[in-house]
């Protein structure tokens, strides 16, 4: 049963900045396997106190399982928020090996945190009917909402392409689902078929929005993921969310930036910068001093 007590997810109610691009708004994403230096969960954490990182968004792969208990005595030790952890999961949750122990590890550190959370593996959902595959996807959804709420811990259904990556279907499986604790994170790197969209979307997925991950993106087909900066439809989208009522976090990635995951984060940044130099944003730039 879902804790009562649990948080309705909205970008109104999260604490935030009324600048959203300063530098203390930014959580760092997508630096764990993406790292060819491969630190360990101390390097990491000292390499974002380093680049001035309050808070992390934390993706792994089965070999950082034993790391886990490190990385979050890490992140307290260097003052460093978890702001989400990253699960992969498909359409029976209740026996992914792997949930419970993300589970116990956030319940017994006391931590409070976001689960991105992104499912796959529906057998023939591309067959189903549009209720059909809202009801198939909020299954496994509903078992990990429930699960999170009992440790007070909230969701994000994260935009990864498909069917489940669209924000207008993740809209309504919120809608079928009616949980409070689940929200929407949403990524610029596969916002590949959003970008002529996503003024006409976005205000639809404010109210339950979580996150914005940043990116570049270059139209062209097909459309290219770049560094930020380096693109022409990334900056339109950063000022249609500065304009926005969000006030929630800016997640700058790595992912495939850069092979280390220090050069990758760096160049992001510059990238985000050199956009708020162009568009004005001395509020903004002044933290980055």
């Given at each position: 049963m879902m804790l009562l007590s649990c948080r309705t997810v909205s970008a109104q109610?999260?604490?935030?900045?009324?600048?959203?691009?300063?530098?203390?708004?930014?959580?760092?994403?997508?630096i764990v396997p993406f790292d060819s230096k491969e630190r360990n969960p101390e390097q990491r954490a000292e390499m974002l106190n380093k680049l001035g990182f309050t808070m992390l968004a934390y993706d792994w792969r089965e070999k950082h399982i034993p790391e886990f208990d490190a990385e979050l005595e890490a992140l307290k030790k260097h003052h460093i928020?978890?702001?989400?952890?990253?699960?992969?999961?498909?359409?029976?949750?209740?026996?992914d090996k792997n949930l419970p122990i993300i589970l116990d590890l956030?319940?017994?550190?006391?931590?409070?945190?976001?689960?991105?959370?992104?499912?796959?593996?529906i057998k023939?959902?591309?067959?189903?009917?549009?209720?059909?595959?809202?009801?198939?996807?909020?299954?496994?959804v509903a078992y990990i909402a429930d699960k999170a709420a009992e440790i007070g811990c909230t969701v994000g259904l994260y935009n990864h392409g498909g069917w489940y990556g669209m924000p207008e279907n993740q809209l309504e499986v919120m809608d079928y689902l009616k949980r409070p604790n689940i929200g929407i994170v949403y990524n610029?790197?596969?916002?590949?078929?959003?970008?002529?969209r996503f003024p006409k979307?976005?205000?639809?997925?404010?109210p339950h929005l979580m996150a914005v991950n940043l990116m570049g993106l270059r139209k062209g087909n097909p459309v290219k993921v770049v560094p930020v900066g380096e693109g022409d439809a990334e900056a339109a989208m950063i000022r249609i969310?500065?304009?926005?009522?969000?006030?929630?976090?800016?997640?700058?990635?790595?992912?495939?930036?850069?092979?280390?995951?220090?050069?990758?984060?760096?160049m992001n940044v510059g990238g985000l910068k050199k956009i708020l130099k162009e568009q004005g944003d001395r509020g903004a730039l002044e933290t980055y001093r």
């Open positions: 109610k999260n604490k935030g900045t009324d600048n959203i691009y300063a530098r203390q708004n930014l959580i760092a994403w997508c928020k978890l702001q989400a952890f990253w699960l992969y999961s498909g359409p029976n949750p209740e026996n956030l319940k017994r550190h006391n931590v409070k945190t976001e689960i991105w959370c992104m499912i796959g593996g023939d959902l591309d067959k189903m009917t549009q209720q059909q595959k809202i009801e198939a996807v909020a299954k496994p610029l790197h596969h916002a590949e078929e959003d970008i002529e979307f976005f205000p639809k997925i404010l969310i500065r304009d926005s009522n969000y006030r929630g976090p800016i997640g700058i990635i790595n992912e495939e930036t850069a092979p280390d995951a220090e050069v990758g984060l760096t």
